[in-house]
């Protein structure tokens, strides 16, 4: 972990390190596997340590912090569109795909009452649970739901997710003080959050049992 926040570290102040951030947020949609919330928990840490951006060339590191921010979150949505539109142009191939999976047709179903009510919370707390931004994209593109009805709230999750996780890295720093511990803290919270989210989803009504 300290070889990681060392080699994160050497990039926060570079424009390198929003490349690598917005890729790794974007291509999560596709591959929930890409640990892009840690590197933006690592990177923040680093920022606060007081390497890379960190070393006078902006006070503070506040336009640093704000720009990761706004990366990560850009890259959220985008991603997000990407995956909408892909599955909105699925055709029937898509459709049946996630006919045959439980998960996503509940997932779908659920995701579409709760847009109909205007309550697309569920849109961001997904986006803290696993693979939840995953099952969220692709569902409302295959739903065919408005694209006003999903924009707003992929918006919302993506500022969301990403505030928290810069919050995590770099306040962490502050308050612990040395690095690695805050990055072990701090991407232990990340998890908990996302342990949470999951829970939250599944504890969510299904649209019979709403009405």
Same mark, same amino acid.
Request: charged share 15%.
């Given at each position: 972990?300290?070889? #990681? ?50 070393? $006078? ?46 998960? /996503? ?5 659920? /995701?579409?009452?709760?847009? #109909?009510? $205007? ?12 693979? $939840? ?52 803290? #701090? ?25």
């Amino acid at each position: 972990m300290l070889e #990681s926040v060392a080699r994160v570290g050497s990039l926060t102040g570079t424009p390198w390190i929003y490349v690598v951030v917005a890729a790794s947020v974007l291509l999560d949609v596709f591959l929930p596997v890409l640990p892009s919330g840690v590197l933006i928990v690592t990177a923040a840490t680093a920022a606060a340590a007081g390497t890379g951006a960190a070393t $006078g060339h902006v006070p503070q590191n506040v336009p640093d912090i704000l720009a990761l921010t706004l990366c990560a979150a850009t890259a959220s949505v985008l991603g997000d569109l990407v995956a909408y539109r892909l599955a909105r142009h699925g055709g029937e191939r898509l459709d049946r795909a996630i006919s045959r999976s439980r998960r /996503l047709s509940r997932a779908q179903e659920r /995701l579409g009452a709760a847009l #109909s009510r $205007g309550g697309g919370a569920l849109v961001v707390l997904a986006r803290f649970a696993p693979a $939840g931004r995953s099952v969220v994209s692709f569902s409302a593109g295959a739903a065919h739901r408005r694209v006003r009805e999903f924009l707003p709230w992929s918006a919302l999750a993506g500022l969301s997710w990403a505030a928290y996780s810069v919050a995590l890295g770099y306040f962490g720093t502050r308050w612990l003080g040395a690095a690695w511990m805050a990055t072990g803290v #701090s991407v232990a919270a990340l998890f908990a959050a996302g342990a949470g989210a999951a829970y939250l989803m599944r504890r969510t009504p299904k649209p019979a049992e709403a009405s």
